[in-house]
Structures are given as structure tokens and as C-alpha cells.
T-cell receptor, first 111, second 112 residues
Framework: DAKTTQPNSMESNEEEPVHLPCNHS???????IHWYRQLPSQGPEYVIH???SNVNNRMASLAIAEDRKSSTLILHRATLRDAAVYYC????????????FGKGTKLSVKP | NAGVTQTPKFQVLKTGQSMTLQCAQD?????MYWYRQDPGMGLRLIYY???????DKGEVPNGYNVSRLNKREFSLRLESAAPSQTSVYFC???????????FGPGTRLTVL
């Protein structure tokens, strides 16, 4: 499985946008980009995923670079409840759905 | 829907004891997974079951066994617990053809 690189931690102010970067320079053409987040003392929860095009849902937006070697998760207005560890994960198309978690980015949100 | 449920929430074992962690999902999902998470780390896959009646090893299967009892339930057994198995264990499930995995709340296991 291709690896991802994320910053260990980031800080944001409440109600400001947050851009969480992820590098995946060895991504293959069949790898989906997934984002999960883990709130304190909880299991991970799905945020968003994409293949080539930018994606939007009620939680966030995913911006994928044209060469697919990097992507950015965008939280449009951070709230205190968004403080969590965010994981960027590559998953091969047609695989069993297995996710390979790295250490992720710990996002802190200041009021 | 309760989603993915796990029992127990907390457990303390002595080295050499055995126990089974239970996981159930009520979403009619095909695939189920067991992960462990050590402090400050991401999750690592122990075993998974792509469908009822099948199980496969993940990244860290040693010291564990699993049973896919039926479509709803997927249990993880530690036959002889070791301190290195102190961790938080998460169960997850996924509907075939869907990308999203749903996770349970976790079981915090301490082996003394």
C-alpha cells in the first residue's frame, strides 16, 4: 500500500477554515484517497473520500492535486467539536476495504 | 440502529489468561474488521472477514484468533494474553461496494 505523509499537529481558531495537507507521492492510479477522523476516546469516523476530482459533503471538502500526489482536507468553519486526529489513507480499488492508518494529524481548535 | 457495538468496554487481564472480545453490527454489512490502537499510534489491522464464513489475517495477527459467527457477529479471542497486547481494540464493518467503514466505540484492554 502506498504511504501518506501528514504533519503531526495543526492548530486552528474556531470558525476559521482549516486546510489539512496530505502527501502521497507514490499513489497509484487505482488508489482512492480516504479521510477519517478520531475524536478523543472514540472510534474513527469516515469523513470523505475521492479518486481524481474534488469532492464535497456535509462534513468537509477534499481537494486533490492534478497529479494526485497530494490532497487537502478542508473544514470550512472549524468548531471545537472538530478537534480530533485526522487520518489520510490510501485504499486500492477492489481491495477488501482494508485501511492502513498512519499517525495522522492532531487538530487543535482554539475558541 | 445501534451501529457497531463492542463488549466489554474495559477489561483487565493477567498474563496468560484468555478472553473473547465481542463485536456485533446491525447494518447488514458484509465485511467486518478488528484493529488495535496503541498509545499515540494509528490503528493496525489484526484480522478481517470479507463475508460470512471467511476470515483473513491483517498486519498484526499473531496471538489472536477470530470467529465470524454469523453475518452480524465477529469475535476476537486472545488465548494467552501478554502485556504487549495491552491496547484499545476497535471493531468495524463495511457494506460491500461501499467505501465507508463504521467503527465501534472500542474495548480498552490492559494485560498485567
Amino acid at each position: 500500500d502506498a504511504k501518506t505523509t501528514q504533519p503531526n499537529s495543526m492548530e486552528s481558531n474556531e470558525e476559521e477554515p482549516v486546510h489539512l495537507p496530505c502527501n502521497h507521492s507514490t499513489i497509484s492510479g487505482t488508489d482512492y484517497i480516504h479521510w477519517y477522523r478520531q475524536l478523543p476516546s472514540q472510534g474513527p469516523e469516515y469523513v470523505i473520500h475521492g479518486l481524481t476530482s474534488n469532492v464535497n459533503n456535509r462534513m468537509a471538502s477534499l481537494a486533490i492535486a492534478e497529479d494526485r500526489k497530494s490532497s487537502t482536507l478542508i473544514l470550512h468553519r472549524a468548531t471545537l467539536r472538530d478537534a480530533a486526529v485526522y487520518y489520510c489513507i490510501l485504499r486500492e480499488t477492489g481491495s477488501q476495504g482494508n485501511l492502513i492508518f498512519g499517525k495522522g494529524t492532531k487538530l487543535s481548535v482554539k475558541p | 440502529n445501534a451501529g457497531v457495538t463492542q463488549t466489554p468496554k474495559f477489561q483487565v487481564l493477567k498474563t496468560g489468561q484468555s478472553m473473547t472480545l465481542q463485536c456485533a453490527q446491525d447494518m447488514n454489512h458484509n465485511s467486518m474488521y478488528w484493529y488495535r490502537q496503541d498509545p499515540g499510534m494509528g490503528l493496525r489491522l489484526i484480522y478481517y472477514s470479507a463475508s460470512e464464513g471467511t476470515t483473513d489475517k491483517g498486519e498484526v495477527p499473531n496471538g489472536y484468533n477470530v470467529s465470524r459467527l454469523n453475518k452480524r457477529e465477529f469475535s476476537l479471542r486472545l488465548e494467552s494474553a501478554a502485556p504487549s497486547q495491552t491496547s484499545v481494540y476497535f471493531c468495524a464493518s463495511r457494506l460491500a461496494g461501499n467505501n465507508e467503514q463504521f467503527f465501534g466505540p472500542g474495548t480498552r484492554l490492559t494485560v498485567l
